[in-house]
T-cell receptor, first 111, second 115 residues
Framework: GEDVEQSLFLSVREGDSSVINCTYT??????LYWYKQEPGAGLQLLTY?????DMKQDQRLTVLLNKKDKHLSLRIADTQTGDSAIYFC???????????FGAGTTVTVRA | DVKVTQSSRYLVKRTGEKVFLECVQD?????MFWYRQDPGLGLRLIYF???????EKGDIPEGYSVSREKKERFSLILESASTNQTSMYLC??????????????FGPGTRLTVL
């Protein structure tokens, strides 16, 4: 989507940390999301952050939100081969029913 | 577990054919969505529905129509399929947005090829 931007590809070595970055445009978005799509499957919600938070941690996942710069990141610690997937950043613009998605970042984990 | 199912995983149709893609959810969700997914473009919203018999155009509705006669079922219709409608089609559903967020649950997708 044109309102949410993310890089298209990331290659990371197994055991290293992955960081996926996203920028969005609607500063009044209430929630920001990270979805994961494994090969041949639909999207699955990985985590989300409420707009009044700066950080959210969930096991190996850390989400950082910089509202001033409209920047969202997802860090995956100790990246595993099962983390190979496409990761989508998404926002819910204010007064809108729909999600705006980024183009997706394809993460490839190499041994 | 929330389940969103789509009638076909793979579909091959010819130019000019009328194509029906069906989506069914079992969690009594009010809202349902149809997206298409293309490499480098992410997900783009075609149509969505707030509730039964209601529909709203998304970002790219041209060449598509939808039907929501029952709450659990949302159909996407390609009136006259064209090659530029070759894509992955994803259906999603959710409850009305509320204080606990507005997570959308996705089906597995239908990969449509129009020859």
């Amino acid at each position: 989507g044109e309102d949410v931007e993310q890089s298209l590809f990331l290659s990371v070595r197994e055991g290293d940390s992955s960081v996926i970055n996203c920028t969005y445009t609607d500063s009044s978005s209430t929630y920001l999301y990270w979805y994961k799509q494994e090969p041949g499957a639909g999207l699955q919600l990985l985590t989300y952050i409420f707009s009044n938070m700066d950080m959210k941690q969930d096991q190996r996942l850390t989400v950082l939100l910089n509202k001033k710069d409209k920047h969202l990141s997802l860090r995956i610690a100790d990246t595993q081969t099962g983390d190979s997937a496409i990761y989508f950043c998404a926002e819910t613009p204010s007064n809108d029913y729909k999600l705006s998605f980024g183009a997706g970042t394809t993460v490839t984990v190499r041994a | 577990d929330v389940k969103v199912t789509q009638s076909s995983r793979y579909l091959v149709k010819r130019t000019g054919e009328k194509v029906f893609l069906e989506c069914v959810q079992d969690m009594d969700h009010e809202n349902m969505f149809w997206y298409r997914q293309d490499p480098g473009l992410g997900l783009r919203l075609i149509y969505f529905s707030y509730d039964v018999k209601m529909k709203e155009k998304g970002d790219i509705p041209e060449g598509y129509s939808v039907s929501r006669e029952k709450k659990e079922r949302f159909s996407l219709i390609l009136e006259s399929a064209s090659t530029n409608q070759t894509s992955m089609y994803l259906c999603a559903s959710r409850h009305n947005p509320g204080p606990d967020g507005d997570e959308q649950f996705f089906g597995p997708g239908t990969r449509l090829t129009v020859l």
